[in-house]
């Protein structure tokens, strides 16, 4: 207490006798308990938080910014349609080698016989037997001249073309019957 008869918050309570000591006092000098002072413990507890909120982020940030490739879906798509197609000659010793066909009222496209569509929206145009079996809604980035599908009895070649990133040049992936993945164009790294 003080002169006045009030409180003095200035001064430090012992946590096990609860006698008052002056601040800066390390332990007790009634009882010999360790004494922390309010700033101690505030500074320990922002120490604290600041690490546990650094490690949040040490996690949560790479994962945010952890988005796919912009060549991920022709990468991926080619990939599927390879096994789609090794399944079709496994099942009828040969590849599909038509463009198209007509099943009923439906005509069914090179991918198609194969058993494979793509999922979800679309960036690449997929090319097989030199068409276009499935092109994006803009549909803005047709495979250029010179990129040649084709199916036989026994080998195949199948394009992804895209523009990833806007500009005049178009991005072309192929895949063959050897799996051979190939980045024919490069529109992102140019």
């Known amino acids: 207490m003080n002169k006045g008869g009030e409180m003095n918050t200035d001064q430090i309570r012992c946590p096990r006798c609860g006698k008052e ?8 000098k009634y009882c010999g308990k360790r004494i922390y ?3 101690l413990i505030n500074l320990w507890e922002v120490i604290l ?6 490690m949040i982020l040490w996690i949560v940030i790479p994962n945010i910014y952890r988005l796919p490739p912009k060549q991920n879906e022709a990468k991926q798509n080619l990939k599927a349609i390879y096994s789609a197609y090794q399944q079709y000659h496994s099942d009828h010793h040969t590849y599909p080698s038509l463009p198209s066909i ?8 090179c991918l ?9 929206t679309i960036r690449y145009n997929y090319n097989c037997m030199s068409i276009e079996a499935f092109s994006p809604a803009t549909n803005d980035s047709p495979c250029p001249p010179g990129i040649v599908t084709t199916a036989t009895k ?8 895209g523009n990833v990133d806007n500009d005049t040049t178009v991005d072309v992936w192929t895949i063959n019957d050897s799996k051979k993945l190939k980045n024919v164009i490069d529109d992102v790294r140019k």
Not at 21 to 28: A, D, L, S
Not at 102 to 109: A, E, S
Not at 112 to 120: C, N, R
């Open 154 to 161: 026994d080998s195949f070649t199948i394009a992804a073309c």
């Open 102 to 109: 007509q099943i009923g009222n439906t005509i069914v496209n």
């Open 112 to 120: 198609e016989i194969a058993d494979w569509k793509p999922a979800g």
């Open 21 to 28: 000591n002056k601040p800066g006092t390390k332990f007790c």
């Open 37 to 39: 002072s309010k700033s």
């Open 49 to 54: 938080l600041i690490a546990v909120f650094g």
